[in-house]
């Protein structure tokens, strides 16, 4: 019979492998939606004993995984509307671990993509798994006082706001063109009168 491991030995595997992520997401309906996962593995893991990478749907019908550099996603929902993407970040000298993301893009959210989806990570050492829980919220409907047809609707409100916003500026405005009306009739009326004048200097004795 094979020793127990001790509590420190476990902890130390845990922190040299493991995978984490939000516990809850939120989204509207339509939009797209990142699931991220973050990934430690031992900075001296070779990538022949780095196994798949994998998210499930909360329905266990549809997952993505990441093998040997390939992704693919399979079951009709995530073919269709998912896709996945890792990347890795270098690890300095002497560290011991090595730190990574995986990237579970869902497009088109409806409200029944609401549930858990679980990350995986697989390697030669071990299988870790991690949950998020995925909320997507209906389309918010608008206002009643946003309603843009009634006869006390937003539009006709903001109508009004600006008429009387812009009702002393109107005013002044409205005075100084009336200034330059009356001005501007003095200045025919003198004109008339000098061409009137000429006429009359101009007519034979």
Same mark, same amino acid.
């Given at each position: 019979?094979?020793?127990?491991?001790?509590?420190?030995?476990?902890?130390?595997?845990?922190?040299?492998?493991?995978?984490?992520?939000? &516990?809850?997401? +939120?989204?509207?309906?339509? +939009?797209?939606?990142?699931?991220?996962?973050?990934?430690?593995?031992?900075?001296?893991?070779?990538?022949?004993?780095?196994?798949?990478?994998?998210?499930?749907?909360?329905?266990?019908?549809?997952?993505?995984?990441?093998?040997?550099?390939?992704?693919?996603?399979?079951?009709?929902?995530?073919?269709?509307?998912?896709?996945?993407?890792?990347?890795?970040?270098?690890?300095?000298?002497?560290?011991?671990?090595?730190?990574?993301?995986?990237?579970l893009?869902?497009?088109?959210?409806?409200?029944?993509?609401?549930?858990?989806?679980?990350?995986e990570?697989?390697?030669?050492?071990?299988?870790?798994?991690?949950?998020?829980?995925?909320?997507?919220?209906?389309?918010?409907?608008?206002?009643?006082?946003?309603?843009?047809?009634? &006869?006390?609707?937003?539009?006709?409100?903001?109508?009004?706001?600006?008429?009387?916003e812009?009702?002393?500026?109107?005013?002044?405005?409205?005075?100084?063109?009336?200034?330059?009306?009356?001005?501007?009739?003095?200045?025919?009326?003198?004109?008339?009168?000098?061409?009137?004048s000429?006429?009359?200097?101009?007519? &034979?004795?």
């Amino acid at each position: 019979m094979g020793l127990p491991k001790n509590s420190a030995s476990a902890t130390e595997d845990e922190i040299l492998q493991c995978i984490t992520t939000e &516990p809850h997401v +939120e989204a509207i309906e339509g +939009e797209n939606v990142d699931l991220i996962f973050n990934l430690t593995i031992p900075a001296d893991l070779s990538s022949d004993r780095l196994y798949e990478r994998t998210v499930w749907s909360a329905d266990r019908q549809n997952y993505c995984e990441i093998y040997r550099g390939i992704t693919k996603c399979h079951g009709d929902d995530f073919v269709r509307r998912a896709e996945i993407s890792e990347i890795w970040y270098p690890s300095s000298d002497g560290e011991a671990t090595r730190h990574g993301q995986i990237l579970l893009q869902l497009r088109n959210v409806t409200m029944g993509d609401t549930g858990w989806y679980q990350g995986e990570l697989k390697t030669a050492h071990d299988i870790n798994n991690v949950n998020t829980r995925l909320v997507v919220k209906e389309s918010s409907e608008q206002p009643e006082d946003d309603d843009t047809t009634g &006869p006390n609707s937003k539009q006709e409100r903001v109508v009004v706001a600006a008429w009387w916003e812009g009702f002393g500026a109107g005013v002044v405005v409205g005075a100084g063109g009336l200034g330059l009306v009356i001005i501007g009739v003095v200045i025919a009326k003198l004109v008339i009168r000098r061409n009137d004048s000429e006429k009359t200097s101009s007519v &034979p004795v």
